[in-house]
């Protein structure tokens, strides 16, 4: 399994052996605006799901703390996220960017995520300690194409089901457990804006602090088969 190493704004730093992996899927606050994001998926060919929101269970191997994803072929992408990482202790809070390979995705959004990493922070922060703000903190994505950052992704946590709507649902599934990564789902991209870019950025701000919490990588094209 693999380990992820936080570091907290007091100085202590946290190891967690990842045991599960679960990326929340059509998890906007408004459902109504989550029918249209279907909608508009379902166009593009991408299979609607039963019901929303969603939660897909993902090889635990793939939560990373890196500065690169492989990728097969260019269509693959970002999403700018939060994740919360159930400690033994207590639960922290940090970024995330659930990278999705675009082309499976129209076999099925469950596949699509299986076939890349969940890329997170090395820095996290105590939930408890930002719980009654959660709606306040900022999420930004930036990509970079050509040597220049173009901003693809801004808006609130707000926008997202709220950590205890997740929580509760992992003592349910009873998966609250010591080990437990869960990433948050995403908010709308910008209109116009290539995903399919060199590097992804993805920034937790929090306003009342001036404190962030970034990860950011580049994606590196394997090369063709050999055959």
């Known amino acids: 399994m693999p380990v992820l190493h936080f570091s907290l704004p007091d100085g202590h730093r946290v190891a967690v052996e990842v045991r599960a992996l679960l990326n929340a899927g059509f998890a906007g606050r408004s459902q109504d605006d989550v029918a249209e994001h279907v909608a508009e998926l379902a166009a593009l060919g991408v ?3 039963t019901k929303t ?10 939560a990373l703390q890196s500065g690169e994803v492989y990728a097969q072929h260019t269509r693959t992408s970002g999403e700018a996220e939060w994740a919360i990482v159930i400690t033994r202790d207590e639960v922290l809070l940090t ?3 659930d990278h999705t390979d675009r082309d499976l995705e129209v076999h099925g959004v469950a596949w699509s995520k299986q ?5 997170l922070g090395r820095q996290a922060w105590r939930l408890a300690d930002v719980a009654d703000r959660i709606d306040d903190l900022t ?12 901003e693809i992704q801004a808006g ?23 080990g437990t990564v869960l990433l948050s789902g995403t908010i709308p991209m910008k209109k116009g804006v290539n995903q399919f870019a060199d590097e992804w950025r993805v920034e937790l701000g929090d306003p009342l602090t001036g404190r962030t919490i970034s990860t ?12």
Not at 53 to 62: F, G, M, N, T, V
Not at 115 to 119: K, L, Q, R, T, Y
Not at 216 to 227: N, W
């Open 47 to 49: 299979p609607a799901p």
């Open 53 to 62: 929101p969603c939660l897909y269970p993902i090889a635990p191997y793939l």
């Open 95 to 97: 970024v995330a960017c």
């Open 115 to 119: 076939a890349a990493p969940d890329m």
């Open 139 to 150: 999420l930004t994505a930036w990509v970079r194409s050509d040597s220049e950052w173009t």
């Open 156 to 178: 609130t946590c707000g926008e997202l089901l709220p950590p205890q709507y997740w929580i509760d649902v992992l003592h349910d599934q009873k998966l609250h457990i010591p």
């Open 216 to 227: 950011e990588y580049h994606i590196r094209r394997l090369p063709d088969p050999i055959a």
